[in-house]
């Protein structure tokens, strides 16, 4: 060997006690140059090596502001979780929020400032000379054409960007693709305000959205799935109250897919559809006690009859509609979802306030006072005014924070952006912005800096740096501008000095230092504020007289309308550089890595496509390549497409991948401030065709699916008694039973970690499927806390995937006029007593623990594969590559990715079987901490990573020796069944069926 490690340097790093860290090179035999070793003789009171701290912050994937608890270890973050403090997220956490940890670690983050040189090439400067740079320019534009882009920072940093800006006689702009300025300029047209208001959806008896995706996109999905759960979630012994939910819009989404019934109404005309609904409510004198006479007769032109035929359902269902929302006593009405953002978006909205008006919803389940903070964003209007300054020449500089309009407002945008004198990103990656800008000043990532955001009122959250940051030489925005001032405090002072006033409000009397202190430890300040009376205003009374009018989409009147919508994953885009995003199987179509067009199956039939062949998508304002993906769940008129993709810059995961959905939409603001986002398309056939990369648990066609998940009308569970299994299969002959019983016991007969209950755990879980949405959270929890490896977008193509955890998605009706529905499950090992994979293992690696569990051995693992053929639940993955291997072709933590994986995971090599063990590193850091406690392990004491970010608490984990832990008290409900139970594998997986409300004739 050319090198080698010397002797004397081997023992001086063996002698190091505790866990400090040693940089090891490359080591000759000659003389080495002088290093500190210094060990962790005293630890810092907040790191205790082995051990993780929590540290609270908030999220800042999108604007709905949720708490966060980071988890570090021995100096690094490796895990986030919901902060249970938080009003937001109440404890829970998203597939993006999770994903927000590959951010701080992402391997193409720009690690120093960078300047266009002479020849057009970003090179590294130094902050001294960048700051000189930035300081001339602004000086030199006196006051005039200066603009200063950012996304929503409704908080400090925003309050120091309004003043700077104003200092430099510039202008601020914020700019959210997704803004919502349909709900905003629909609630003002309705009440006089463009506030977003709380939306009390726990307690309502029945939920109408007209396109507004509460589940997936829309404001705070996460605290809205709580909430349906809440209203939607079966329980027994409410005799049947379930909420029922009723979805309107021309596309099957993640929302739609969860309702009771989808109304598949033409694009545009879901404000119609709201207005018939009210002047039934209104005629027969169902709702609240209103000006009657006056607003039944503004809605007289709006009759189920009129509306009908452009709705494009009978007017029959629109009258039962009616009654079933106003008899509720308890409905609510949402809409202005971004995929529902049409010419006439506001006009829906409006219609839909009405109609909880007239049915008492306003101020019992709609509630202003408590408003969202997108209230305070632009309108998209004020970006279009930016970008035609800069077209005419008018912008000499223009700053860009937390937003990339480069990949959001296409080729109109940069047409504009080469007549701006001076372009400066503070991107931390190299987005299509920042790849365009004449200076780049990489700022810190949230998980690294302070800050704070006003999500909604009442809600102060704070962000603090929960780890030092990963490249030395980046800094936060808010030092620079303070910098540029000539001011020498830092971020953190002025933060300081902002929160003086939430003290003076909130501080209770304690000195600032200490409230400062525990508002930091909570992870902010949670207020609550009154509720605010609306009464409906004179723009309203235009809403109802109007005549019944379809929406004018741009492009030829024959063409089918498109409607591009949020992706529940990568969103506008800025989760696309995520590879745990970009992994993640889209909810409804189950594609990862690249976009699609959705065409319904009669469409698809009379263009001669199939699932995989591409279209050209061609519209007034571009024009796309996207692949199809047929499906029932949308209208035969309609194509839509998801954002998201498409990216020529933001990093190795997102670039050079599909098409950009924004290519197709006007860059121009409608009639009430916002953009469109459906358009008239002419599509026509390439020949080519692709295999669509989709998950392994996606049965494509009709039907199925009945043995995995199962559905029960209301009616029927609302009347199921205890300890009435009508799903139970029987397992055994009566002559075996006796003897497969001693069995069982015998398998747990002794504890190892404290003999407190005399035998053995048995560890269970139990997932109701009457609560779970689809959302994916928990697929995305499980690769963070597992080491789960991403293997690409070919070797997801071939079904090699390593989730341990997936989403499965089955249609059901279709045929014949019957509805069409979809129903999804959580599939991951069922831990079965009686596990097919385990006697077939040659060498021993899949083994039967005493507490149930089915472990694997990946040390004894060869690779065999028996185990995966013997498995009838298809959980068991193969490692084909070392996804570790630094440099390879599938590496999946290129550095410094890595330092995102879990210590108390091994990270598996190629060759080997892997496999769901219910988190078993959770189970014995437990137990061991019960051990150390000398007490037994409660029930809520380990929770698996699922269960912990579902934000519908749909998966329970607990011991099903325990009868009183709520795992084993719903493994008894009635609805509960295991997974192909005549197969008698004994699974540990109880599954509670899905309870529908029948749609009646």
């Known amino acids: 060997m050319s090198e080698g490690m010397n002797r004397r340097r081997f023992l001086t790093v063996l002698g190091v006690t505790g866990g400090g860290a040693a940089a090891l090179g490359a080591c000759g035999v000659g003389a080495e140059p002088a290093q500190k070793l210094i060990p962790y003789l005293v630890q810092p009171d907040e790191q205790v090596p082995g051990m993780a701290t929590l540290y609270a912050t908030t999220c800042r994937e999108c604007a709905a502001g949720c708490g966060l608890h980071a988890k570090v270890r021995e100096g690094r973050v490796i895990k986030l979780e919901g902060n249970p403090e938080s009003p937001v997220n109440r404890g829970r956490l998203c597939a993006r929020g999770q994903a927000g940890l590959q951010g701080v670690y992402n391997p193409d983050r720009v690690t120093d400032p960078l300047a266009r040189n002479a020849q057009g090439v970003l090179e590294k400067i130094s902050?001294?000379?960048?700051?000189?740079?930035?300081g001339a320019k602004v000086k030199a534009a006196g006051g005039k054409g200066i603009v200063f882009v950012t996304g929503l920072e409704a908080g400090s940093f925003g309050d120091l960007v309004d003043e700077w800006t104003h200092a430099v006689g510039g202008k601020h702009v914020t700019y959210e693709p997704f803004a919502f300025e349909a709900l905003r300029e629909g609630n003002r047209l309705a009440f006089g305000t463009g506030a977003i208001?709380?939306?009390?959806?726990?307690?309502?008896?029945?939920?109408?959205?007209?396109?507004?995706?509460?589940?997936?996109?829309?404001?705070?999905?996460?605290?809205?799935?709580?909430?349906?759960?809440?209203?939607?979630?079966?329980?027994?012994?409410?005799?049947?109250?379930?909420?029922?939910?009723v979805f309107v819009g021309p596309r099957m989404s993640l929302t739609a897919m969860n309702a009771d019934e989808w109304v598949a109404a033409a694009p545009g005309t879901e404000g119609l559809l709201a207005l018939a609904l009210a002047e039934v409510i209104v005629r027969e004198r169902l709702g609240a006690a209103v000006d009657t006479g006056r607003v039944q007769a503004l809605l007289a032109r709006h009759t189920p009859q009129a509306v009908a035929g452009a709705v494009g359902i009978d007017a029959a269902v629109i009258e039962r509609l009616a009654r079933e929302f106003a008899k509720s006593k308890a409905g609510l009405a949402v809409a202005g979802?971004?995929?529902?953002?049409?010419?006439?978006?506001?006009?829906i909205v409006a219609a839909v306030n009405i109609l909880n008006h007239v049915a008492g919803a306003i101020g019992k389940t709609v509630v202003f006072g408590p408003n969202q903070s997108l209230e305070t964003a632009s309108p998209f209007k004020q970006m279009a005014d930016v970008v035609t300054d800069m077209q005419a020449g008018k912008v000499s500089v223009l700053l860009v924070h937390g937003a990339n309009p480069g990949h959001s407002l296409?080729?109109?945008?940069?047409?504009?952006?080469?007549?701006?004198?001076?372009?400066?990103?503070?991107?931390?990656?190299?987005?299509?912005?920042?790849?365009?800008?004449?200076?780049?000043?990489?700022?810190?990532?949230?998980?690294?800096?302070?800050?704070?955001?006003?999500?909604?009122?009442?809600?102060?959250?704070?962000?603090?740096?929960?780890?030092?940051?990963?490249?030395?030489?980046?800094?936060?925005?808010?030092?620079?501008?303070?910098?540029?001032?000539?001011?020498?405090?830092?971020?953190?002072?002025?933060?300081?000095?902002?929160?003086?006033?939430?003290?003076?409000?909130?501080?209770?009397?304690?000195?600032?230092?200490?409230?400062?202190?525990?508002?930091?430890?909570?992870?902010?300040?949670?207020?609550?504020?009154?509720?605010?009376?609306?009464?409906?205003?004179?723009?309203?009374a235009g809403i109802?007289?109007?005549?019944?009018?379809?929406?004018?989409?741009?492009?030829?009147?024959?063409?089918?309308?498109?409607?591009?919508?949020?992706?529940?994953?990568?969103?506008?885009?800025?989760?696309?550089?995520?590879?745990?995003?970009?992994?993640?199987?889209?909810?409804?179509?189950?594609?990862?890595?690249?976009?699609?067009?959705?065409?319904?199956?009669?469409?698809?039939?009379?263009?001669?496509?199939?699932d995989g062949d591409f279209l050209v998508l061609q519209s007034p304002h571009g024009s796309v390549r996207a692949p199809v993906a047929v499906t029932l769940g949308i209208r035969p008129d309609v194509l839509a497409i998801p954002t998201g993709q498409g990216h020529t810059a933001y990093g190795r995961y997102a670039r050079d991948r599909s098409f950009n959905a924004f290519d197709l939409l006007s860059a121009g603001a409608n009639a009430y401030g916002g953009r469109t986002f459906a358009v008239r398309v002419s599509a026509h056939t390439t020949g080519e065709h692709r295999f669509l990369a989709t998950s392994s648990g996606d049965p494509r066609g009709l039907g199925g699916g009945e043995e995995i998940i199962r559905v029960l009308p209301l009616a029927e569970a609302a009347h199921l008694a205890p300890g009435e299994h009508p799903g139970e299969h029987e397992e055994f002959p009566a002559y075996a039973a006796p003897a497969v019983a001693a069995w069982e016991k015998a398998q747990h007969e002794r504890a190892w970690l404290g003999d407190y209950a005399g035998t053995h755990p048995?560890?269970?879980?139990?997932?109701?499927?009457?609560?779970?949405?689809?959302?994916?959270?928990?697929?995305?929890?499980?690769?963070?806390?597992?080491?789960?490896?991403?293997?690409?977008?070919?070797?997801?193509q071939r079904h090699r995937q390593m989730s341990w955890m997936r989403i499965e998605r089955y249609w059901r009706g279709g045929e014949h006029g019957e509805p069409v529905r979809g129903v999804v499950s959580p599939m991951l090992c069922q831990q079965c007593e009686l596990a097919p994979c385990e006697p077939v293992c040659p060498v021993f690696a899949a083994y039967h623990t005493p507490d149930g569990l089915n472990a694997q051995v990946y040390n004894r693992c060869v690779g065999t594969r028996y185990c995966a053929n013997n498995c009838a639940y298809k959980v068991r993955y193969f490692n084909w590559y070392n996804f570790a291997e630094v440099g390879g072709e599938y590496e999946a933590w290129p550095s410094p990715l890595d330092w995102q994986l879990n210590p108390d995971v091994t990270v598996r090599e190629k060759g080997v079987m892997e496999k769901c063990t219910f988190c078993v590193q959770r189970i014995r850091g437990a137990q061991h901490q019960a051990r150390l406690g000398d007490r037994p392990v409660q029930d809520g004491d380990i929770t698996p990573a699922c269960a912990q970010s579902c934000p519908s608490d749909a998966i329970v984990f607990g011991d099903l020796h325990d009868k009183t832990s709520r795992v084993a008290q719903l493994s008894e409900d009635p609805r509960g069944y295991h997974v192909f139970e005549a197969l008698n594998t004994k699974p540990a997986i109880t599954y509670l069926a899905r309870v529908v409300h029948e749609t009646e004739a």
């Open 544 to 610: 109802m007289a109007g005549a019944p009018a379809e929406p004018a989409f741009d492009g030829a009147a024959g063409d089918p309308v498109l409607v591009a919508f949020p992706s529940m994953a990568l969103y506008d885009g800025r989760g696309a550089n995520k590879s745990w995003l970009q992994e993640l199987p889209d909810p409804v179509s189950k594609i990862a890595w690249h976009a699609w067009v959705e065409v319904h199956p009669d469409t698809a039939a009379k263009w001669s496509v199939t």
């Open 127 to 134: 902050w001294d000379d960048a700051l000189k740079q930035l």
């Open 762 to 796: 048995r560890w269970g879980m139990a997932i109701d499927l009457a609560k779970c949405t689809g959302c994916s959270a928990c697929v995305t929890a499980c690769y963070a806390e597992n080491n789960l490896a991403t293997v690409g977008e070919e070797l997801f």
């Open 337 to 347: 979802g971004m995929a529902a953002h049409y010419p006439n978006g506001a006009e």
């Open 410 to 540: 296409g080729g109109a945008f940069w047409q504009a952006w080469a007549k701006v004198g001076y372009k400066v990103s503070f991107s931390s990656y190299l987005d299509e912005s920042a790849s365009g800008a004449d200076l780049v000043l990489p700022d810190l990532h949230p998980l690294e800096q302070w800050n704070d955001s006003r999500p909604r009122a009442g809600v102060f959250a704070l962000q603090q740096p929960v780890m030092q940051q990963v490249f030395p030489n980046t800094r936060q925005t808010g030092d620079v501008l303070l910098t540029l001032t000539g001011k020498s405090d830092t971020f953190k002072d002025y933060l300081q000095g902002r929160w003086k006033t939430v003290h003076a409000r909130y501080g209770r009397g304690k000195p600032f230092a200490e409230f400062w202190t525990d508002s930091v430890q909570h992870g902010g300040v949670y207020g609550d504020v009154p509720a605010q009376a609306v009464r409906l205003g004179p723009d309203a």
């Open 197 to 245: 208001p709380s939306y009390d959806m726990a307690n309502a008896k029945y939920i109408l959205s007209f396109g507004a995706d509460f589940l997936d996109t829309w404001l705070s999905p996460v605290g809205y799935q709580q909430a349906f759960a809440q209203a939607h979630g079966f329980d027994g012994r409410r005799d049947g109250a379930m909420a029922k939910f």
